[in-house]
């Protein structure tokens, strides 16, 4: 028995620890910020060093699990240097058990990207897009999962 807790432990910590991060430009993120179908996405812009980004995740991973049958889509941009994945971005998501999809950010571009997310963004982190092909929502703050849970509710 032992031995098996042991197996099941040392799995989950390598499929953890070795979660492929995505590296793309905004370009390659565009298509990801709007949609046609019913799903419900829920995008959130964060970064580890960013102390209100990863207070609000829980709600997020939270929301995820209570909404993981139905047509609902979370997606994590890192705005953390590329160069920062393997000492901060992978050790966060294993430290944290973030089993929900992670990119990073990597596009020096940023006054004409954060302008296309969305013309009010000064910039700042963290923001959540929620939108499905009716209905698109900005939040350019903390959510706390409460707010997070209202808003995803009136796509639904």
């Known amino acids: ?60 991973f939270k929301l995820e699990e209570e909404l993981k049958n139905e047509k609902f889509k979370l997606l994590l941009v890192s705005l953390d240097f590329a160069s920062h994945i393997e000492q901060r971005v992978k050790p966060f998501i294993k430290k944290n058990k973030i089993t929900t999809e992670v990119v990073v950010l990597d596009d020096p571009d940023a006054n004409i990207w954060i302008n296309k997310v969305n013309p009010d963004w000064d910039g700042s982190i963290p923001i959540t897009l929620i939108f499905n092909k009716k209905y698109s929502k900005f939040i350019d703050s903390a959510i706390e999962y409460e707010e997070l849970k209202e808003e995803v509710e009136k796509l639904k």
């Open 1 to 60: 028995m032992r031995l098996l807790i042991l197996i099941i432990i040392l799995t989950t910590t390598l499929q953890l620890s070795s979660q492929n991060i995505n590296v793309v430009n905004f370009n390659n993120l565009e298509p990801y910020l709007s949609t046609e179908s019913d799903t419900v996405f829920v995008v959130n812009f964060w970064a580890t060093w960013c102390k209100p980004c990863v207070e609000e995740l829980p709600g997020f």
